[in-house]
């Protein structure tokens, strides 16, 4: 007994392509999936995420990245800003400490302006002299970085 090879619910054959016109397949690619980004920047982002929340989970500091019974994350005040990312920083010494900033920024959902306000002076001088070193120094009224 020989098996037709038929699908049933579209009468399809298998294995045959049919292409009923020639027109060319377009598409957009969304938004959420382009990046500006080198493809080393994004692997070199998401190893530090990884490495960022090991660390975290592992220190006192893991009460700001678990939620609680609602779903809702401990809001980090000014100095918990201020020690999580000296925390971080005297750990995690062989990555750019702007890629750390930005990466703490991400974590705990603080905008750039808030975490850089909430560091000390001598942390924000460093920024500042990384961001000089790399030629990305944008001086304004606001904030050195941005």
Known sequence: MSRNQTDKILDNKFESIEQ???L?????????????????????????METLIELIDESEYKIFNMPDDNGNYKKLN???INKVYVYAAKKITNYS????????????DISYHKLY???????????IIELKCEGNYKNNSKSPLF
């Open 20 to 22: 009923e016109n020639s």
């Open 24 to 48: 060319p397949i377009n598409f957009v690619i969304s938004g959420d999936y382009i990046s500006n980004r080198s493809e080393e920047d994004k692997i070199t982002y998401n190893v530090l």
């Open 78 to 80: 000014k100095i918990d």
């Open 97 to 108: 400490i702007l890629d750390l900033f930005g990466v703490i920024s991400d974590l705990f």
């Open 117 to 127: 306000d909430s560091l000390s002076n001598k942390l924000k001088e460093e920024l």
